[in-house]
C-alpha cells in the first residue's frame, strides 16, 4: 500500500516539534542557572559590602569615637580639627578672670583673727575687737584623715577708743599664705593631672565631688604650674643620675598635638627613669637625651 504524503508531513513536523521543545528545555536550564548564578553574586556583593563597612568603621575609630586610648591614634590624627583662630591656647588678653569666692562662714573649720597692734591715725594701742566686716583670707588643705580642711583669716577693723579713727590689720604675708590651696592639696592635684593622667577637668570633678574642694580649671593649671616649680631641683638631679648612668634603656612614642607631631620619649637606668617631650625623632634631636656616650658607638 503506497503511503500518504500527509504522514510523512506529520512526522516532519512532530520532529520538528520535539526539536523545538528540546531547545526550550535547554534555554529555561539556561535562564535558571542564569539567575542562580544572578543570586550567589548578589550574595556575595552584599556580604563583602557589610565586610567593607566594618572595615571602614574600625579604620574611623580612635580615642574621640571609641574607647580606645589617645596613644593608639595614627600621628597627625587630630590635626586640622577645625578652623585655627591662630590666638595662643589659654585665656585671651581682656578675658575677664574668675575670683575665687570664699567659703561661708558655716563650712570653715578653722579662723584666726589678726588685729592691728596701734592706730594709724594717732598711733595709741587698740583693743582686739572683732570687726563683722574684716577682710577674709581663705586656705583649704587636706589633713589625715583625708578631707577639706579650710583656714581662715581676718583683718579686723578696730576703732580707736581715743579718736575714734579705724584702723584695719595689715595684710601680713608671712601668716597669711598667697595661695588659697595647702601645699597638700597642691600636691594631690599635681598627681591627679601628671601622674595619674586625669584631665584638668576630671581632676576638677573628682576633688570637688571626693573632697568638697571646688576648684576652676584656671587654678589647676596654676597648681600644675607651681608645682612644677617646686620639683624642678629634684628633676634635675634625676637628669644628672640617669646622665651619668653608663646603661641607658630608651623608648619613644608620638602623639599629635595641636597640629603639631611630639613625641615622648622614655630613658630609663638602674638608678633613675627621666621623661622628654620632644619635637621628632631626629638623631640630632635625640643626642642630647643620652648625655656622655662612653664604650665603642661601632
Given amino acids: 500500500m503506497a503511503s500518504d504524503w500527509r504522514d510523512d508531513r506529520i512526522a516532519e513536523?512532530?520532529?520538528?516539534?520535539?526539536?523545538?521543545?528540546a531547545r526550550i528545555a535547554e534555554l529555561e536550564a539556561g535562564l535558571?542557572?542564569?539567575?542562580?548564578?544572578?543570586?550567589?553574586?548578589?550574595?556575595?556583593?552584599a556580604a563583602l559590602t557589610k565586610q567593607m563597612a566594618e572595615l571602614l568603621e574600625k579604620l574611623g575609630r580612635n580615642s574621640r569615637n571609641s574607647h580606645l586610648p589617645p596613644s593608639?591614634?595614627?600621628p597627625g590624627s587630630h590635626a586640622g580639627k577645625g578652623k585655627k583662630s591662630g590666638r595662643k591656647p589659654g585665656g585671651q588678653p581682656g578675658h575677664g578672670g574668675v575670683t575665687r569666692k570664699l567659703l561661708p562662714l558655716e563650712e570653715v573649720d578653722e579662723v584666726i583673727n589678726l588685729f592691728p597692734k596701734e592706730c594709724e591715725s594717732c598711733w595709741t594701742a587698740l583693743p582686739e575687737v572683732l570687726d563683722p566686716w574684716?577682710?577674709?583670707?581663705?586656705?583649704?588643705e587636706l589633713l589625715p584623715p583625708v578631707k577639706r580642711h579650710t583656714k581662715e583669716w581676718r583683718c579686723n577693723e578696730v576703732s580707736c577708743p581715743k579718736c575714734r579713727y579705724r584702723t584695719r590689720a595689715r595684710y601680713d604675708a608671712t601668716q597669711i599664705p598667697a595661695s588659697p590651696f595647702g601645699p597638700r592639696l597642691m600636691a594631690t592635684t599635681a598627681a591627679l593631672t601628671g601622674d595619674y593622667h586625669l584631665s584638668r577637668r576630671k581632676t576638677q570633678r573628682l576633688l570637688l565631688e571626693l573632697l568638697g574642694v571646688r576648684m576652676?580649671?584656671?587654678?589647676?593649671?596654676?597648681?600644675?604650674?607651681?608645682?612644677?616649680e617646686a620639683i624642678e631641683p629634684a628633676v634635675d638631679d634625676a637628669w644628672k643620675r640617669a646622665d651619668e648612668a653608663k646603661v641607658k634603656h630608651?623608648?619613644?612614642?608620638?602623639?599629635?598635638?595641636?597640629?603639631?607631631?611630639?613625641?615622648?620619649?622614655?630613658?630609663?637606668?638602674?638608678?633613675?627613669t627621666v621623661f622628654k617631650i620632644l619635637a621628632n625623632h631626629t638623631k640630632e634631636t635625640l643626642?642630647?637625651?643620652?648625655g656622655t656616650l662612653r664604650g665603642d658607638p661601632g
Fill in 216 to 228: 576652676s580649671l584656671g587654678a589647676v593649671s596654676a597648681i600644675e604650674e607651681r608645682v612644677s
Fill in 250 to 272: 630608651t623608648d619613644g612614642t608620638s602623639w599629635a598635638q595641636a597640629g603639631q607631631t611630639l613625641a615622648l620619649w622614655t630613658i630609663a637606668t638602674t638608678a633613675v
Fill in 72 to 74: 593608639g591614634d595614627p
Fill in 32 to 45: 535558571a542557572a542564569r539567575d542562580a548564578r544572578i543570586a550567589a553574586l548578589e550574595g556575595q556583593v
Fill in 13 to 21: 513536523l512532530e520532529g520538528q516539534l520535539t526539536a523545538k521543545d
Fill in 287 to 290: 643626642k642630647p637625651l643620652y
Fill in 134 to 140: 574684716a577682710r577674709r583670707y581663705q586656705q583649704t
